[in-house]
């Protein structure tokens, strides 16, 4: 075999190598997903089968169905929850992002005092874990009168969105260079118009990741929630899961089929703002 | 069309100051050039101008409109920044119309007022595209043409040629100067390298610590450096410039060496006067191979050992030793010189500067 044939073949088996473990680690990733959903369509008996089944026998929408009928049927306020879901999601999202973009503007444009200790400070906020804080914000949102509300829970999760979306756009108006702003002035725009004009439309994918982190975040967040509401007032998805916890038996299947219903929109909105999420929009504004 | 003056301009951050009180009056239609080693504040001098710095004390005039605090849009300039500074989401059409779109025009006037500087630019092709997929040079002329669509009172130009190799930077110098020839308009143009200053300006301005060092035609601050600085920073290859003593009608160096006291320094310099000794590598050379080989009035010989060549084709710079140091001279017609070699080298004095060493200012009258 002559270098050039074993060069060929070298290339051929890394490249099937890189491959094969871009997949090992694919199924990795997908896999408790699949088995979700897998699950929210398979009979109970099937799910707790040991050995594990793993060829499903019999397929069926039952769960689902169930889910929708109502209380006595086997059915959960599914579509309070997501109503509620959704209003504190959507509502927190965009309080974080505008505070956000605010905080990250400010943190990478202007220089003020103590800087980098508030920004550190923001950074430790995300070391506390959610369920330490449960307790003494029940304390407090049960003082206020604000436990099992809508506000309640928006309130928590802009605190615990804000840092991290300031932390991300920051980051993103840091890459728009400074120049694009002046230029934009000396082009006539006031401060404000060169913002819009110019370093938001280049730092909208950085602002649309961390929106979707925002909203990810705040959807799925289940370890407040569970402590600061109480009804299908305030009640969110992740914490109606609990509504197929009884006190002997837990309803796998059924709990698998509302874990569908919320992967879902959040597996849509992904999508969507994903081609947002397209970087390199910056490269050309400058020399290269 | 507008003059830009400033009156005792000062910029400060925090205590440090940056810019010290300069004057400068800049006539309608006169491209000056500022000039300077970086850190001596010739940027921020111009972005004061722009309204992107704000001033700390003194005035700005641009016209007979005082600007001290009109923020940039206000003030009726374009500026060219060293970076380009091309808005990356929008087209190279959309980039020159920009100042007009804010301005409220309509796309008819836009789409003409573009159209007609693609024109004087050659960009015409390239108006669909993105910054982003476009070569140095053309991203120079988009600047460039952003620039004057909006026909404005002065253009600023930041180091706008910093970015491109060495080729590009002289076509696009020409294209900067004849730009200047067809849109006549006020031009104050930033540039660390004097040979573009040289090249470009009708004026040049060189600074030094926040400081003007001289103002003057190029010509001038080239044959009439005011300065050691000035004259060591203007022209290239760089004057030879060393210290000497005035002794008894002789300029005499460190290890003893002298040359005559050029005729023109006579009766302006007193025994015993500390200076520096400036001489232009046109004005040594070795002799018989000199710009003004023989009719020159004030010609000194020696003889020295070459200690470097650099031959560039049509000359050779001949770095010899004299004084105890390396002088350089130019050699037209060239002839071949090995290392060592001795030969004979021609110090054309009426061409000298003399600086006083403590004030380096120059002594010439």
């Known amino acids: 075999m002559n270098e050039n044939q074993a060069n060929d073949l070298k290339r051929f088996l890394l490249k099937f190598g890189h491959l094969f473990g871009l997949f090992i680690a694919m199924a990795i990733i997908c896999l408790p997903g699949f088995w979700i959903v897998l699950s929210s369509l398979r009979p109970t008996v099937e799910i707790m089968a040991k050995p594990p089944v793993w060829i499903p026998q019999s397929l069926s929408f039952d769960a689902y169905i169930a889910m929708f009928s109502g209380v006595g049927q086997g059915g959960i306020p599914v579509l309070d929850y997501f109503r509620n879901s959704i209003v504190i999601s959507v509502t927190s999202t965009v309080i974080a992002l505008t505070i956000g973009m605010a905080g990250g503007y400010a943190f990478a444009r202007y220089q003020f005092r103590g800087k980098t200790a508030i920004f550190l400070g ?46 991300l756009i920051d980051g993103f108006f840091r890459q728009v260079p400074r120049d694009l702003a002046e230029a934009a002035q000396i082009d006539g725009c006031t401060r404000w118009q060169a913002f819009w004009q110019v370093e938001f439309p280049l730092a909208r994918s950085g602002i649309a990741s961390a929106g979707i982190f925002a909203f990810l975040i705040s959807w799925n967040e289940f370890a407040l929630a569970s402590q600061l509401t109480r009804s299908t007032n305030s ?54 | 069309m507008a003059t830009v003056s400033l009156k005792n301009l000062v910029k400060k951050y925090g205590h440090l100051e940056v810019v010290h009180a300069i004057n400068l009056d800049v006539e309608d239609r006169e491209f000056v050039a500022l000039v300077g080693p970086s850190g001596c504040g010739k940027s921020t001098t111009l972005r004061m101008i722009a309204g992107l710095e704000a001033i700390s004390g003194g005035h700005i005039h641009i016209g007979d409109r005082e600007v001290n605090n009109l923020p940039p849009r206000q003030r009726n300039i374009s500026m060219v920044f060293q970076s380009y500074a091309l808005y990356p989401h929008m087209t190279v059409a959309e980039n020159m119309g920009f100042s007009l779109k804010i301005a409220g025009r309509s796309q008819n006037d836009i789409a003409s007022a573009v159209a007609e500087a693609a024109k004087t630019l050659g960009l015409e092709e390239l108006l669909e595209r993105r910054p982003s997929q476009l070569s140095g040079g053309q991203r120079q002329r988009v600047a460039m043409g952003r620039a004057i669509v909006r026909n404005p009172d002065v253009f600023l130009f930041d180091e706008p040629l910093s970015n491109l190799d060495a080729k590009l930077r002289m076509q696009m110098r020409t294209e900067i100067k004849k730009l200047h020839a067809k849109v006549q308009s006020t031009v104050i143009y930033v540039t660390h390298d004097q ?100 009719e020159a009035a004030e010609v000194h010989t020696v003889e020295v050992p070459v200690s470097l060549t650099e031959p560039l084709g049509n000359e050779t710079l001949v770095f010899a030793e004299f004084a105890g140091q390396d002088w350089i001279s130019r050699m037209l017609n060239p002839k071949a010189l090995r290392m060592g070699e001795r030969i004979k080298l021609s110090f054309d004095l009426s061409q000298s500067h003399l600086f006083d060493a403590a004030t380096e200012k120059s002594l010439r009258g």
């Open chain 1, 122 to 167: 923001f950074m430790l906020t995300r070391t506390v874990p959610g369920i330490a804080l449960s307790l003494p914000l029940f304390f407090v949102f049960a003082k206020l009168g604000i436990i099992d509300t809508h506000f309640g829970l928006i309130i928590a999760y802009v605190a615990l969105n804000v840092p991290f979306t300031v932390w």
């Open chain 1, 235 to 288: 009640k969110t998805l992740p914490v109606g899961l609990l509504d197929y916890t009884s006190e002997f038996t837990i309803d796998w299947r059924g709990m698998c089929a509302l874990a569908v219903v919320m992967i879902i929109p959040a597996l849509t909105l992904t999508f969507i703002v994903q081609k947002h999420l397209v970087s390199g929009l910056t490269s050309g504004a400058v020399k290269g």
């Open chain 2, 195 to 294: 040979v573009e200053a040289m090249t470009l300006a009708d004026r040049i301005v060189i600074m030094r610590d926040g400081h003007i060092e001289q103002v003057g035609a190029p010509e001038e601050v080239f044959r009439r450096p005011a300065s050691r600085f000035v004259a060591g920073f203007i022209g290239s290859p760089t004057m030879n410039l060393h210290n000497a003593a005035v002794g008894s009608g002789k300029l005499v160096f460190a290890n003893g060496d002298t040359l005559p006291l050029p005729q023109q320094f006579r009766d302006r310099v007193t025994e015993g006067q500390k200076v520096t000794f400036g001489l232009r590598p046109d004005d040594v050379y070795p002799a018989g191979h000199g710009i003004h080989s023989g």
